[in-house]
């Protein structure tokens, strides 16, 4: 087992690693001014972030004229792909499912608990005194705006908080990093993963160019390119035409309400979303739009039996549960990859010990168990610090770390264009699995901490380190040098984002920036405990079993039978939120992509991809181009991804 392609491999140079580790903080705040600012654009949404993506073709453009006239001065193709990985890690970090959230959420209630008297006892819960801005003039001051973060008064209550909140985010990413350096090899050289969202970015920076020379993409790309910018013209002047590409809201006026949870509530035509799902898996397209419709049957059965169902989001503890059983079988996935990985996981720890592989082996997974451990050290101790028990700590680390593993296998795998898990992190188990009655009031806080970062895993970041690590594997780089960078990466973006959405909030107001309704979210669950402390919820759990075993037996058959159709993660996928916005465009590319393997082979689909892969560059180029326009301009502009 190694960990790389073997023989004589030029090293990443120091200095385009240290372009890279540069390029982190302007990619960091862009995210936040486009996300958090004006809520436009939405990059991270998404499984491939279209501004990154359009800095990739930038850098490609430019080490074109590097290789004519500085040859000296070019980039190789693996040092290409590692400052796109760093970008793409700078703008997770900063995308808006956590930041919303996260260090907002945090001092939310002791704000709030100042001016509405339904929130006073909030007051009253033991909060950890020096990682809580306590002082009432700077909470003011931040949620309303106006005013400057650098006046003494501020900088002091902030000290210690800002400081807590950047590293505990920067041990998130030293984590992902270190579980992407263990199990990418496995992925790639025994499970053969094809990760085919990274596919876009490794064809992008072929050597031989001859990704761009294909008539057929350059169709795709100008035509869903002069929609975007027609589009995009349209927010400014409106007298010009629009073209709804993105789909429409599915109305639900005068629909029975035992009919409404069966109607989907968006009807989505993406273009980008169309081009990615090409790419993926027959079997993921289908088994992900079959499930969803098999999701849709249960809720209809249950509104049948008159049980209240939420419209349209089906989140909340009630039946059928859909996204406990999406947890459930995220566990069931997580054993069978741990059981398919183990043995190279034991190679890694006896080369760490020195005790089998190569030097290069061994200083990789020395760095990868010794820092993941340190951070996993690191995020247990500051969960200790914001109020959980050690035990309910331990199992929040080893929740979490579950269900981001599962997440990129499943998008190395299969590659969704969309994921979320939706309010299926630690704090789910801890509120309904565990339940309030053995929480301490302590454990409260840290619950309503816990969904900062695990709202949704939309803009996770350790996909983007995996795959960053998978493309160094394919394009001839170093993955130790790679790992050490997505390494600073991650601490400098985390330190970055927070010290930037600080920084924005005195002077914008957090209570006046994007989706600031969400800030309250984390609470919201604790609230009701005040007045009730409820014991475990046995419908969540009975979900959650369901899940299970249905994922169990989905496994189980594909083992059994070769050619099974229906896959485990697209039953994951199906228990999202995000399976809203993808069935349909998953559906239309499985026709598509079915009848051209069906009518002419693989022949006729790789005729096919080119076009479709313009569809998303088209879409990509145009959307990171109104991003741009957005940040300059200090204006909203026009979306491709919402």
Excluded at 323 to 328: A, E, F, I, K, T
Aim: one cysteine or more; glycine letters at 10%; proline letters at 7%.
């Amino acid at each position: 087992m190694t960990s790389g392609p073997t023989g004589s491999r030029p090293p990443l140079r120091t200095g385009v690693l240290l372009l890279a580790l540069a390029l982190v903080p302007p990619f960091a705040w862009w995210t936040l001014v486009i996300e958090e600012i004006y809520f436009s654009g939405w990059p991270t949404s998404v499984s491939i972030f279209y501004h990154c993506l359009g800095a990739l073709m930038l850098l490609l453009a430019a080490n074109g004229l590097f290789r004519r006239y500085s040859p000296r001065l070019a980039f190789s193709r693996a040092e290409m792909l590692a400052v796109y990985t760093c970008i793409s890690i700078a703008a997770a970090v900063a995308g808006h499912d956590h930041q919303m959230i996260y260090l907002r959420g945090w001092i939310y209630p002791l704000w709030k608990a100042a001016h509405d008297p339904t929130w006073e006892r909030f007051r009253d819960l033991p909060w950890p005194h020096w990682i809580t801005v306590r002082d009432p003039v700077a909470l003011d001051r931040v949620f309303q705006g106006f005013s400057s973060f650098y006046l003494p008064q501020h900088l002091k209550a902030w000290l210690f908080p800002l400081l807590f909140l950047s590293a505990f985010l920067a041990a998130i990413q030293v984590l992902g990093v270190c579980l992407g350096r263990l199990l990418v090899v496995p992925w790639t050289e025994h499970e053969r993963l094809t990760f085919p969202i990274a596919q876009l970015p490794l064809e992008m920076s072929g050597r031989d160019q001859q990704f761009w020379r294909h008539p057929q993409l350059w169709i795709g790309f100008g035509l869903v390119a002069t929609i975007a910018l027609l589009n995009g013209l349209h927010s400014f002047y409106p007298a010009l035409p629009e073209l709804k590409v993105k789909g429409i809201f599915t109305p639900t006026e005068g629909i029975a309400a035992k009919w409404r949870p069966v109607v989907p509530h968006f009807v989505r035509t993406y273009p980008w979303m169309i081009g990615l799902c090409f790419l993926l898996p027959t079997e993921l397209s289908l088994s992900a739009w079959v499930f969803f419709w098999v999701l849709r049957a249960e809720l209809f059965w249950c509104a049948a039996q008159g049980w209240p169902i939420p419209f349209p989001y089906q989140t909340g503890a009630v039946a059928p549960h859909i996204v406990d059983q999406g947890v459930g079988a995220y566990l069931v996935v997580f054993a069978f990859l741990v059981r398919n990985a183990a043995p190279h996981l034991r190679f890694a720890w006896r080369a760490a010990l020195a005790r089998a592989g190569t030097d290069r082996d061994r200083r990789g997974y020395r760095l990868a168990l010794g820092c993941g451990a340190l951070a996993a050290w690191m995020i247990y101790g500051g969960l200790r610090m914001v109020g959980l028990q050690p035990p309910w700590a331990a199992l929040s680390v080893a929740t979490y770390t579950i269900m981001v593993t599962v997440i990129c296998k499943v998008r190395g795998e299969l590659g969704p264009p969309m994921y979320d898990l939706h309010f299926a992190g630690p704090d789910r188990f801890l509120a309904l699995y565990v339940s309030p009655r053995n929480l301490t009031h302590n454990d409260w806080v840290g619950v309503g901490f816990l969904l900062g970062f695990n709202r949704g895993q939309r803009n996770l970041s350790l996909p983007h380190m995996t795959e960053g690590l998978w493309l160094q594997t394919q394009s001839g780089g170093s993955l130790n040098r790679l790992s050490v960078t997505m390494i600073l990466a991650g601490i400098l973006a985390a330190f970055t984002t927070c010290y930037g959405l600080v920084h924005m909030g005195y002077e914008r107001g957090f209570n006046v920036m994007a989706q600031n309704v969400l800030q309250p979210q984390g609470w919201q669950r604790v609230q009701p405990w005040f007045d009730e402390v409820p014991g475990p919820h046995y419908g969540a759990l009975g979900g959650c079993v369901a899940g299970a075993l249905t994922a169990f037996t989905l496994t189980f058959l594909r083992q059994r039978f070769i050619g099974f159709p229906l896959h485990p993660g697209g039953f994951i996928l199906a228990t999202n939120w995000a399976a809203e916005l993808m069935w349909f465009p998953m559906l239309i590319a499985w026709l598509v992509k079915s009848f051209c393997l069906r009518t002419g082979g693989v022949k006729a689909y790789r005729k096919a991809l080119p076009f479709f892969l313009g569809l998303v560059l088209g879409d990509f180029v145009m959307g990171g181009v109104w991003a741009l326009v957005g940040w300059i301009g200090d204006v909203p502009t026009y979306s491709v991804t919402w």
